[in-house]
């Protein structure tokens, strides 16, 4: 079964500092992979996702996350932390084959802090 | 495009009562899903729809939970003999299936479910 490991719960950068949060994930096969945000009592908004074109991804608000298969991960960066990135942020697969296609398995989460 | 929307926004109910989630898709969106999320965890999945036909049900918490998407369009989360184990936030998402499993999934806001 596949499964997303998100490494640290909570992650805390000073504003302005590199944001590098972490993901890994179990697959024979490479999925599709993607990383979400949920501020407070909100829903989650799509930041990036990975469909086997290039393996560097650019996302919104200044976010990008590289796929390795080799070591199985997609780690999320932006080079400099905002105030206004201060949520949680979720890693998920999707499998490219089989009945679960389509549906999202997710992380943990790892929550950011952005310190002024 | 409104996105997708999810009523009731917050409900409180009694150990014992049932309740029931409505969620309005994008428009277009042929498939339709319902997530479970509790505190400190990633969204878990509990079913999805391709149009009006349930096609994976078997990750429904228990036979208390069931969904329906009568015309293919709005779908209902009914709660039966709610338990306080049930509190959690239920999230709706929608997509546009076309045989590509990479496709973007949308997310609700959530209806946060607290039982006393």
């Known amino acids: 079964a596949q499964s997303v490991t998100q490494l640290g719960s909570h992650v805390s950068v000073s504003e302005g500092a590199l944001v590098l949060l972490r993901c890994n994930y179990s697959?024979?096969?490479?999925?599709?992979l993607f990383w979400y945000v949920q501020y407070p009592n909100q829903g989650l908004q799509l930041l990036l996702k990975?469909?086997?074109?290039?393996?560097l991804v650019k996302g919104i608000n200044g976010f990008e996350a590289e796929f390795k298969k080799s070591e199985t991960s997609f780690h999320l960066t932006k080079p400099s932390a905002h105030m206004s990135d201060a949520a949680e942020y979720f890693c998920?697969?999707?499998?490219?084959?089989?009945?679960?296609?389509?549906?999202?398995?997710f992380g943990k989460g790892t929550k950011l802090s952005v310190k002024p | 495009d409104t996105g997708v929307s999810q009523d009731p926004r917050h409900k409180i109910t009694k150990r014992g009562q049932n309740v029931t989630f409505r969620c309005d898709p994008i428009?277009?969106?042929?498939?339709l899903y319902w997530y479970r999320q509790t505190l400190g965890q990633g969204p878990e999945f509990l079913t999805y729809?391709?149009?009006?036909?349930?096609?994976?049900k078997s990750r429904l918490l228990s036979d208390r939970f069931s969904a329906e998407r009568p015309k293919g369009s709005f779908s209902t989360l009914e709660i039966q003999r709610t338990e306080q184990g049930d509190s959690a936030m239920y999230l709706c998402?929608?997509?546009?299936?076309?045989?590509?499993?990479?496709?973007?999934?949308?997310f609700g806001e959530g209806s946060w479910l607290t039982v006393v």
């Open positions: 729809f391709q149009n009006e036909a349930q096609l994976e």
């Open positions: 990975y469909t086997s074109a290039a393996t």
């Open positions: 998920a697969v999707s499998p490219k084959h089989g009945g679960s296609q389509g549906n999202l398995i």
């Open positions: 697959s024979s096969v490479p999925p599709y």
């Open positions: 998402a929608s997509s546009l299936a076309r045989g590509d499993s990479g496709n973007t999934i949308y």
């Open positions: 428009s277009e969106h042929n498939r």
